[in-house]
């Protein structure tokens, strides 16, 4: 029987299980949407099917590097305690290295691959059943470098926060995990001031420009004023301008310059960022739960 794409979708809308393993099931029942559910059930889903509504905001980052590839990721859990679980440190291991080795284009391809037999998606949603808490892959990112360059790999308190950058100019992988350190702490959303928008420049020079008017500062010396300040803003999203956290008399970029390297790129995950926390009526979850 032909399994549509309207078929998947209907079977996803019903169980939240994802395109593979509901494109699977359909073939295996030949299209028998009912014995398609009760297939994924039998095969230990079911459980994963009644956590899709809940938030995964916990949960760990991590890195694996392999040469002049890396790959930098994030996984979630609903809960710290289980983020420090022996299964899930497991299942964190496992997802880095099949990310490090087949190099995805994006997470739909990523939950596809190939791990011993099963999809990603499979192996993650077996984890599921087994920790009893929803876990995601919710990103990743693979990075390549050239041979004179160096890899800083960071992760602090565990995984919480992790950070990937490369330096150019420089094998030296110690000055790159400065790097990525400084990152961690200080959070810059660019390495250098070229690299910020002329859009967001200007809408910050307005700013400013009012903020000094509404001072009473004399007109002819807002402008100088105005670029002083500016320069602050730029010390606070730029990288290179900011003071190393192990220095703070020398700024990044400077640092990094010494040791004859520049920073070409970093990426940056916060463990749950971006996403909204749900508020937890816990006598309202109990309730339900005795319910049934």
């Known amino acids: 029987m032909n399994i549509t794409a309207q078929m998947v979708k209907e079977l996803r809308d019903k169980t939240g299980v994802g395109i593979m393993d509901s494109k699977n099931a359909l073939v295996e029942a030949n299209g028998d949407m009912d014995k398609a559910i009760d297939l994924l059930r039998e095969k230990g889903m079911a459980k994963a099917l009644k956590k899709g509504d809940r938030i995964a905001a916990e949960g760990l980052c991590g890195i694996k590097v392999d040469g002049n590839t890396a790959v930098i990721y994030e996984v979630n859990s609903e809960t710290d305690y289980v983020a420090q679980n022996d299964k899930f440190l497991g299942l964190v291991d496992t997802i880095g ?33 087994v920790i009893g808490e929803k876990i995601t892959l919710r990103r990743f ?22 950070v990937l950058s490369i330096v150019d100019g420089t094998t030296d992988e110690t000055v790159a995990k400065d790097v990525s350190m400084h990152v961690a702490a200080a959070n810059p959303k660019y390495i250098s001031r070229d690299q910020v928008g002329t859009e967001e420049v200007e809408h910050e020079r307005k700013i400013l420009t009012e903020q000094a008017l509404n001072e009473g500062k004399p007109a002819n010396i807002v402008e100088k004023m ?38 070409v790129s970093f990426v940056r995950y916060g463990v749950g960022e971006g996403i909204e926390k749900k508020e937890v009526d816990f006598a309202e979850e109990v309730m339900s739960q005795v319910r049934g």
């Open 97 to 129: 290295n099949t990310l490090l080795a087949n190099k995805p284009a994006d997470l739909e391809a990523a939950l596809a691959l190939d791990v011993d037999g099963e999809t990603l998606e499979f192996v993650i949603s077996q984890a599921i059943a």
């Open 141 to 162: 990112e693979v990075v390549s470098k050239d041979d004179n360059a160096a890899f800083g790999a960071y992760l602090h308190m565990g995984g919480r926060i992790a």
């Open 226 to 263: 105005v670029e002083g300040r500016l320069g602050k803003y730029f010390e606070e999203i730029c990288l290179n301008d900011q003071s190393f956290i192990k220095d703070p008399d020398q700024k990044v970029g400077k640092y990094v310059a010494s040791k004859g390297g520049t920073v």
